[in-house]
């Protein structure tokens, strides 16, 4: 299996809910990656986890949170949003180390209502 | 701090003739760069890395580290080269760059007929 995965591919939530996107690999990737991305913008960068533990987290406010179960699994909880963060939700996995490339997913598409 | 910089946030040529889509990069150290292409409605994906100097779809990329740039260039544009392209630095492992993919504001290739 040499692709990235995401569920759901859309994801329609209330401000009050509380919901979970889903990111897997199987290409034996160290590294997995969150990012945002708005519409005919670049991805931004959320947070970074490596050998399962996060290394980076760029700031993102509380109402999201990572979480890595293991090497091939990444979560992104998501409580109480706001209109603002609807966007596409990319993860993405590369080795971390040595060869620097990423590979994406296709991504959640999230509205926040 | 590391930044890249696509001066074009469109660029439009007829199929056959040639493009370039220019990148420019300020980082201090040793930059790793790549360029990624999203076509309409696919994921973002790998298009080219400078350190394995390959072509890939006809397109090449050269970095130019005197004049900080990684400009993609393709002699004959073709109608399914149109997509959106980002041009990306990694700033290399270690400290708070670890795993941090940095994007242009990307440039969007129409190819017409």
């Known amino acids: 299996d040499t692709e990235v995965t995401q569920t759901p591919k859309h994801l329609v939530m209330g401000m009050t809910n509380k919901k979970s996107l889903k990111c897997e690999q199987h290409?034996?990737?160290?590294?997995m990656y969150w990012y945002k991305q708005k519409a005919k913008k670049p991805p931004e960068l959320m947070f970074v986890?490596?050998?399962?533990?996060?290394?980076i987290n760029e700031s993102v406010p509380s109402r999201f949170s990572p979480e890595c179960p293991n090497s091939s699994l990444l979560n992104l909880h998501l409580h109480a949003l706001q209109p603002e963060d609807s966007a596409l939700y990319l993860c993405?996995?590369?080795?971390?180390?040595?060869?620097?490339?990423?590979?994406f997913g296709p991504g959640t598409r999230l509205t926040v209502t | 701090a590391q930044r890249v910089t696509q001066p074009e946030k469109l660029l439009s040529v007829f199929k056959g003739a040639p493009v370039e889509l220019k990148c420019n990069y300020s980082?201090?150290?040793?930059?790793?760069l790549f360029w990624y292409v999203q076509y309409s409605r696919q994921r973002l994906q790998l298009l080219l890395r400078?350190?394995s100097r390959e072509s890939i779809k006809g397109f090449t990329a050269d970095l130019n580290k005197g004049e900080t740039s990684f400009h993609l260039k393709k002699p004959f544009a073709q109608e399914e080269d149109s997509a959106m392209y980002y041009c990306a630095l990694y700033g290399g492992a270690g400290g708070t760059s670890y795993g941090k993919l940095t994007f242009g504001q990307g440039t969007i290739l129409t190819v017409h007929p």
């Open positions: 290409m034996g990737h160290r590294a």
């Open positions: 993405a996995s590369g080795e971390g180390q040595g060869t620097y490339e990423q590979y």
């Open positions: 400078h350190i």
């Open positions: 980082y201090s150290g040793s930059p790793e």
């Open positions: 986890y490596s050998y399962e533990k996060l290394s």
